[in-house]
T-cell receptor, first 113, second 119 residues
């Protein structure tokens, strides 16, 4: 059974800082891994999807890396802004032909103006 | 185009009552997923539909939970004889699915969720 751990659980940084969110997962037989953000009282917004054959994916100020063999992924946010404040969720699929995602409990990010 | 929509946005019910939660996926998406997020817990998978069939129901917590999908579109999640531990946010997601996207590129798009409170 896939298990996902995200560290840290919460992070507070001043505006403009670069930061890294960490994710580890136990079953490396995945097809892909997605990073989402969740704003309070709202659904999830997909940020990036990394295929298992890829090592990283970039979108704007976001860069996600994947080390499948070691079961790790990181989300790098450059030049953080107050609008980045949200909970960030890492979700590898469960592999073995299953498309279901397994979620970590997330990292709650606060960017202080 | 329109995203995934869910209704109702909030539902308060009494213990023992049945509830129905609705999900309208993105048009053209053949895959549909239900997840739930309990207070302090991560999201957990409930069920996956490809078209109208459900090849993976492994996440349904008990036989009080059931789901159906008709016309390859709208899905309904039904919880019978609700219990207080069923209180959670129920999220629906859709993706292109088999025959369109491949597993490695199939981004899941989430709805805003239904917050269920069982008194």
């Amino acid at each position: 059974k896939q298990e996902v751990t995200q560290i840290p659980a919460a992070l507070s940084v001043p505006e403009g800082e670069n930061l890294v969110l960490n994710c580890s997962f136990t079953d490396s037989a995945i097809y892909n891994l997605q990073w989402f953000r969740q704003d309070p009282g709202k659904g999830l917004t997909s940020l990036l999807l990394i295929q298992s054959s890829q090592r990283e994916q970039t979108s704007g100020r976001l860069n996600a890396s994947l080390d499948k063999s070691s079961g790790r992924s990181t989300l790098y946010i450059a030049a953080s802004q107050p609008g980045d404040s949200a909970t960030y969720l890492c979700a590898p699929d469960s592999g073995a032909g299953s498309y279901q995602l397994t979620f970590g409990k997330g990292t709650k990010l606060s960017v202080i103006p | 185009g329109a995203g995934v929509s869910q209704s109702p946005s909030n539902k308060v019910t009494e213990k023992g009552k049945d509830v129905e939660l609705r999900c309208d996926p993105i048009s053209g998406h053949t895959a549909l997923y239900w997840y739930r997020q309990s207070l302090g817990q991560g999201l957990e998978f409930l069920i996956y539909f490809q078209g109208n069939s459900a090849p993976d129901k492994s996440g349904l917590p008990s036989d009080r939970f059931s789901a159906e999908r008709t016309g390859g579109s709208v899905s309904t999640l039904t919880i019978q004889r609700t219990q207080q531990e069923d209180s959670a946010v129920y999220l629906c997601a859709s993706s292109l699915g088999e025959g369109f996207g491949s597993p490695s590129t199939d981004t899941q798009y989430f709805g805003p969720g239904t917050r269920l409170t069982v008194l």
